[in-house]
């Protein structure tokens, strides 16, 4: 199948809402408190999309999957428990989530190599992310992808596992 992805535009905001909303359900079926306390929200995703910081993944015209990415521009990460592995320039990752309808099929992992590609197109060589620390489903598409944990950031209050990947120039297509 054939994958796209792309910036979001305003009229998607429904179908990236029901997608995270899925997303937030499967969390909390899954015990966790990430995602639980109204955030994200259709107001989040508005802002992403208004700073051309939301993306989507596409399957023909369906969306399936949605993240956010920043630019240097994540104010938790210069505090963190731990040590990055760079301090250059680099894209922020936020809010990955996959439809329900289409989960199981590697999907995380695809949208992540996008976002790597996103990297590279934009001449930037190292990606960061967080995740919540009882998400064994994206520690483990970090690890597969050679993430390297470099220890913990905090979001409202809660600690929040913090990943980097360092794309080398010999990686670049």
């Known amino acids: ?4 992805f792309r910036k979001a ?8 809402w029901a997608i995270l909303q899925q997303a937030i359900a499967r969390r909390k079926q899954d015990g966790s408190n990430q995602w639980q306390d109204g955030y994200p929200n259709p107001e989040v995703i508005q ?12 399957e023909g015209d369906t969306i399936i999957g949605y993240s956010a990415l920043l630019i240097n521009d994540e ?18 990752v936020h ?5 329900e309808n289409h989960l199981g099929k590697g ?18 060589f190292s990606i ?28 409202r209050g809660s600690s929040r596992k913090a990943y980097e990947k360092v794309i080398t120039k010999e990686e670049i297509r």
Do not use: H
């Not at 963190?80 to 592995?85: A, C, N, Y």
């Not at 999907?107 to 930037?124: H, R």
């Open 1 to 4: 199948m054939t994958y796209q």
């Open 9 to 16: 535009i305003p009229s998607e905001l429904p179908q990236i």
């Open 47 to 58: 802002n992403d999309i208004d700073k051309n910081a939301g993306f989507v993944l596409i």
């Open 75 to 92: 104010p938790a990460y210069k505090k963190i428990e731990g040590k990055w592995l760079t301090n250059d320039d680099f894209v922020v």
């Open 95 to 99: 809010r990955i989530a996959i439809s």
């Open 107 to 124: 999907l995380a992992t695809k949208l992540v190599g996008f976002i790597e590609e996103f990297a590279k197109i934009n001449n930037i």
């Open 128 to 155: 960061k992310a967080d995740t919540n620390f009882d998400n064994f489903a994206m520690m483990k598409v970090f690890e597969k992808l050679g993430y390297t944990y470099c220890g913990e950031v905090y979001f």
